[in-house]
């Protein structure tokens, strides 16, 4: 459709022309097929071909040599130039420009949204008159309707009636052209005629309360008529002194669009100057209902009461402002739909004191203005200069004006800035566009401008995916999540903080009220431990019109934010100001009864404040200590009011609460074996040095969910092997402590000595290990137990593996003779499991040791991972380093968050990882110590398409191993990664609805308890020989004596445990050798009671008979002649007879065995 002047949509504007405005604000073809479009936030293939089959549609066009190969044109130069520059890749200009087509509004639907808005036009022109009466007689009102206005106090002057709106007018996105979908709502602008506003309604809420009267007569009519399907109250942008009308068609139209119906003063009633940022509006004598005992003068300034009225004057002006920025810029609508899109995935867009499309429209238009941008530029140009522009811009120091004029009349930015927090003045000069906006959620604005600006800069990272299709809640966003219910009790707070000038302001909304002092109290007490402290958005739901308006104790809770600096936050001490100093006094005040003076080893007295942290677990909640604390003291908020959620799943991996915590634990076992790893090196009597010592269990890389801890073995709870010096379980008692052998491989230097044939080399690695442990022995008084692979060094409690490692070892595994003498190499099974423990294992251990070093929440991250996924029953079917790994890539490549601070905040990101990653046609690059170059990440992503067939379903990169993934090879097979990946996304819904609902007692360990409706038997075991049954997911009610003694007791260690000795593990081995053709076999393997049964469907396929395969299977005859299939019953029964003594019971949960 042709566009028209701007000249002329303005004066069609001006006559309120409906049916002429609607074809003024249509931007879109007219041969666009109406498309539903799924959420912004929501992952899809945005490049998927569109069909079209409109009958008129052109085909190709086969064109000639010349055409073909004509030079471009400056255009085409120009979108090439801008590609090489500005886009990493012609994809993402191309995705963007996909992502437009869909949220853009297509031309069917504004047909119809034109009609419906030329309908409510017709009606609201229609609506009978009333008489006038008293503001307060309210009689008038019919029953089903009630004022959608919190009107404390009832008692106001002034007189009402209702005449028909002077002016209906389409305002804001929609006639603009920048409304995007999936919810599309229309702005209409009710101006109020003059004869029913009075020359002093700017005061005490009375064209507030007016406008509300006017709302509500308007609603019960529309609501009796049967064009509207919807009639509902709300607040605009959740301010209550603001109501508006929602309105919806009847039937199948009733989600095309939401019409929101504005009643507003004529633009010319009030003088703009009466509602200077510095004047009285609201009278305290008036709302605190008492008689008048000051003068106008000592009346406090109510600048957000006063902007509240402001923004109805200049409704139209903005229109008018924003037309004249966006005619011949098409790049700006792009830009500010982009925006839009970047701001709800961010939760940012909505809710009261939010960054508006409205405002994104606005500062694209500010910045057009100061000519930062230029009509020449693309939308993605835009959205880059909009977010480099919040990213290096602070409005809350330095506020920004449109307003062109010199006029003494009109306020100053440093009356704005004394006023309010966020200051972006509009182009009269007199309305803060970010009046409703905290410090706070700016300094948001600004850090998500930052980060957002380095993915677009960063090209290993798609830009567009994380961008605009990745979302981010709060809980994933932020290391700590608090939340605070019981609002009401805010009151208390504001009394306490003498806020009743800003209360008054605020028309007694007291949480928007207190909320920028809780910020800034917060803030200042938790100074350096933290880069980032915010607060969701208030959003209050529409109601019925025939519904009182909800209370402000109607809200369910305020949640906040917490992004930790991970170098401070875990501190126990505050340190304050010298004792005798001025400051001193202050620190006291903010601190309480929680000051102490305290003596440094500087010898300075200083004010300090101590928290409580036996280990790190308890120091990385300091910071929920503080804000108790303050909210405690400063707002007389009880503990019992604030949800903090930190560690609330800490516990999931914790056995049992002490003063040793598993970091602490960890670090014990790194200590001993740092001891070990010095007297190996340091022996003397080897016939070869050692090279170098290397641990490769999870516990060196801090990644084991329970790490051991020092056995001390009660020798008469055991059985003694004779002539050595191991003990042995007894069979009469439970089954003994689980200890885990630590692997140790221990490197020897390269000799001539060293035999070449394979058998040659393992007899020589016996004898090494017979000389380590005489050495060990001799030496250090260490209790070893040598064997043909290994040597078991009993040491501070804990059992050292050490396995000799010869690094010629694998090569010589690979040596094949061909039959004419040649020499070849290959990969064998056997060189391929020790080139896995020998290199590539010790190198990944200490790669991802360092990274722990690097971000102390990686162990915690990793931890909880691996604890679900073997809550899940699923341990055995996924390795331990892929799960090592898939967490490190969140601290790698953390985009589009800061890498994780907390624990739990990583696990979600770690359910959202494996829920949501395109297995199928990408590989997980982590890059390990940023050894991967930008270059090399194309170069990885194109083998891996090319050879897609030959790879895992799960297909991991790392810096050494870019080509095979290596610890996918095998498991997970694709039906288990597809079920962990359903049960992730099911783990973080549940967990995510938990922890953001503070009111409810949610058991949080719901998500670590396996759905077992999909098994087929499950088998039950006796906990009595589950050596590890204290680590289950439910703390189990009854222990058992598992042979140990207190850390405490006198004992030398001269026996040698029993090592790695689980009977689960045993009998699942057994299971798996006898029956993996016919099932699969599921168990957790920290303290799991059942093992789940899975038959496999292809083991129930009649068979022919064959005597070779009649094990397990019995005969049935068929037509064919004689078959066999599995005997179900004998298998089951052979499960119990296997666990005799482990398994208590066996139960057939389906018939499914009987095709």
């Known amino acids: ?111 119809a949204i034109d009609t419906f808005l030329h309908e409510v036009k017709n009606f609201l022109s229609n609506i009978p008159e009333t008489k006038q009466v008293d ?43 920048t409304c995007i979908k999936p919810e599309i709502n229309v702005d209409v602008a009710v101006t109020m005629p003059a004869e029913i506003l009075q020359a002093k309604d700017n005061l005490n809420q009375r064209y507030l309360r007016k406008r509300a009267l006017y709302l509500a007569h308007i609603a019960y009519h529309l609501s009796k008529n049967k064009l509207f399907g919807c009639v509902k109250f709300g607040y605009f942008s959740s301010n209550h002194l603001k109501p508006i009308l929602y309105l919806s068609p009847q039937g199948k139209d009733e989600k095309l669009v939401t019409v929101r119906l504005h009643p507003c003063a004529p633009a010319s009633f009030f003088k703009l100057s009466r509602f200077h940022p510095s004047k009285n509006n609201v009278r305290v004598s008036w709302f605190l209902e008492q008689e008048s005992a000051q003068g106008e003068n000592d009346e406090p300034p109510t600048p957000h009461y006063n902007n509240t009225i402001l923004i109805d004057l200049v409704m139209e002006k903005h229109l008018h402002f924003l037309f004249n920025a966006a005619t011949d810029f098409p790049g700006m609508k792009d830009g500010i739909g982009i ?108 850090y998500e401008a930052q980060k957002s600006m380095e993915i677009l800069d960063n090209k290993t990272v798609d830009g567009f995916e994380v961008l605009l299709m990745t979302r981010k809640p709060l809980l994933q966003t932020f290391d700590h999540v608090f939340h605070l219910k019981n609002l009401v009790k805010l009151q208390e707070g504001c009394k306490k903080m003498k806020l009743l000038n800003d209360l008054i302001d605020h028309g007694g909304n007291y949480i928007v009220t207190i909320l920028p002092h809780l910020l800034s109290l917060l803030t200042r007490g938790l100074g350096q ?51 005798d100093s001025p400051e001193a006094a202050e620190f006291r005040d903010f601190w309480g009864e929680n000051s102490e003076l305290r003596r440094f080893q500087d010898g300075s007295i200083c004010e300090a404040v101590l928290w409580q942290g036996d280990n790190m677990c308890d120091c990385r909640l300091i910071p929920g200590q503080i804000i108790k604390h303050l909210l405690q003291l400063h707002v007389d908020l009880p503990k019992s009011s604030l949800c903090y959620v930190g560690g609330l799943l800490d516990s999931v991996i914790e056995v049992e609460k002490g003063h040793a915590g598993s970091e602490e634990k960890t670090i014990s076992v790194v200590q001993s074996y740092d001891d070990l790893s010095r007297k190996l090196w340091n022996l003397s009597g ?32 055991y059985m003694k092997a004779k002539n050595t010096k191991c003990l042995l379980p007894s069979s009469d008692k439970p089954c003994s402590v689980y200890v885990p052998a630590l692997k140790v491989i221990c490197h020897m230097e390269g000799s001539g000595k060293w035999p070449q044939n394979k058998d040659a080399i393992q007899h020589v690695k016996a004898a090494f290990h017979i000389r380590l442990a005489d050495l060990l022995h001799q030496q250090h008084q260490l209790t070893s137990q040598p064997s043909t692979t290994h040597v078991d060094v ?78 899940q029953l699923l341990s055995n079917h996924i390795g331990e380093e892929s799960i090592d790994l898939l967490a490190a890539y969140l601290f790698t490549q953390p985009a589009p968050y800061s890498p994780p601070a907390s624990p739990q905040t ?18 997980l690059i982590v890059n390990l110590n940023g050894d991967i170059k930008e270059t090399e990440y194309a170069e990885i992503k194109n083998d891996f398409v090319a050879t897609r067939t030959q790879h895992p379903v799960m297909f991991i990169a790392t810096p050494n191993d870019r080509k095979s993934s290596i610890w996918t090879k095998g498991r997970p097979s694709a039906p288990i990664l597809h079920r962990l990946a359903e049960l992730a996304s099911q783990s973080l819904r549940t967990l995510e ?15 670590f308890r396996p759905p077992l409706d999909i098994y087929d038997v499950i088998i039950h075991l006796n906990p009595r020989h589950i050596p590890r049954y204290s680590e289950a997911v439910d703390r189990p009610k009854v222990t058992y004596n598992r042979g140990t003694l207190r850390d405490d007791a006198a004992v030398k260690f001269l026996k040698m445990p029993v090592v790695d000795h689980d009977p689960v593990q045993c009998y699942l081995r057994e299971l798996r050798s006898s029956f993996g053709e016919f099932a699969l076999f599921f168990y957790d393997t920290h303290g799991g009671s059942l093992i789940a049964v899975l038959w496999k469907p292809q083991a129930f396929t009649p068979q022919p008979f064959k005597t070779s395969h009649i094990n397990a299977k019995m005969l049935e005859t068929k037509e064919n002649g004689l078959q066999i299939i599995p005997n179900v019953e004998a298998i089951m029964e052979d499960f119990e007879i296997l666990g005799a003594g482990l398994v208590k019971s066996v139960k057939a949960l389906t018939e499914k065995w009987k095709i």
């Open 993 to 1007: 609805r938990q922890l953001m609902d503070p009111l409810d007692n949610h058991d949080l360990k719901m998500v």
């Open 794 to 871: 009993y040491k501070d409690g804990y059992v050292f593996r050490v396995q000799v490692g010869y690094h010629r070892e694998p090569l010589i595994l690979k040596e094949i003779q061909t039959p004419d003498g040649m020499l070849k190499y290959r990969d064998t099974e056997e060189s391929l499991q020790l080139e896995l423990e020998t290199i590539h294992l010790p190198y990944l251990t200490s790669t991802l040791h360092g990274l722990q070093q690097q971000h102390s929440a990686y162990s915690g991250t990793c931890r909880l991972a691996k604890r679900w996924v073997s809550a």
């Open 1 to 111: 459709m042709k566009r028209k002047s701007p000249e002329t949509d303005l004066h069609v504007a001006e006559q309120q022309d409906l049916e002429k405005i609607q074809d003024a604000g249509n931007n879109s073809d007219d041969g666009e097929k109406d498309e539903e479009i799924e959420k912004p936030g929501k992952r899809r293939n945005v490049m998927k071909k569109k069909q079209t089959t409109d009958a008129g549609v052109i085909g190709a066009v086969k064109l000639s040599k010349r055409e073909l190969y004509k030079p471009p044109t400056n255009e085409e130069l120009n979108q090439l130039k801008e590609t090489e520059n500005l886009f990493h890749s012609t994809l993402l200009r191309m995705q963007i420009e996909e992502l437009l087509k869909e949220v853009k509004l297509k031309e069917k639907k504004r047909k």
């Open 686 to 717: 080897l016939p070869l040095n050692v090279t170098s010592v290397q641990g490769i269990h999870p516990v060196f890389r801090f990644t084991e969910v329970f790490p051991p801890v020092p056995v001390k073995p009660d020798f008469s709870f």
């Open 135 to 177: 503001v307060t007689d309210q009689s008038w009102l019919s029953k089903g309707v009630k004022v959608p206005f919190l009107q404390m106090p009832y008692n106001i002057k002034g007189k009402f009636h209702f005449l028909p709106p002077a002016s209906v007018k389409v305002i804001g996105s929609y006639l603009l052209g």
């Open 339 to 446: 925006l839009k899109v970047w701001l709800h995935q961010r939760e940012l867009s909505r809710g009261y004191g939010c960054f508006s499309g409205f405002l994104a429209s606005m500062l694209v238009a500010y910045l057009l203005s100061k000519r930062k941008l230029n009509k020449m530029m693309s939308g993605y140009q835009v959205l880059r200069n909009v977010l480099q522009f919040l990213a290096v811009t602070d409005l809350t120091q330095n506020g920004i004006s449109l307003f062109q004029d010199t006029d003494d009349s009109v306020p100053s930015l440093q009356d704005f800035h004394e006023a309010f927090e966020v200051v972006f003045v509009d182009p009269s000069g007199f309305v803060n566009l970010c009046a409703e906006m905290t410090t706070s959620k700016y300094k948001q604005i600004q």
């Open 529 to 579: 431990r933290i880069h980032l402290l915010t607060h969701s958005l208030l959003q209050t739901s529409e109601w019925p019109i025939n519904a009182d308006p909800p209370k402000h104790k109607d809200s369910r809770c305020l949640s906040f934010g917490v992004l930790l600096n991970p170098a401070f936050s875990a501190n126990v001490l505050e340190k304050g100001p010298l004792a």
């Open 906 to 923: 990583g696990f979600l990101r770690f359910l959202n990882l494996l829920s949501t990653f395109d297995w199928k046609n990408n590989p």
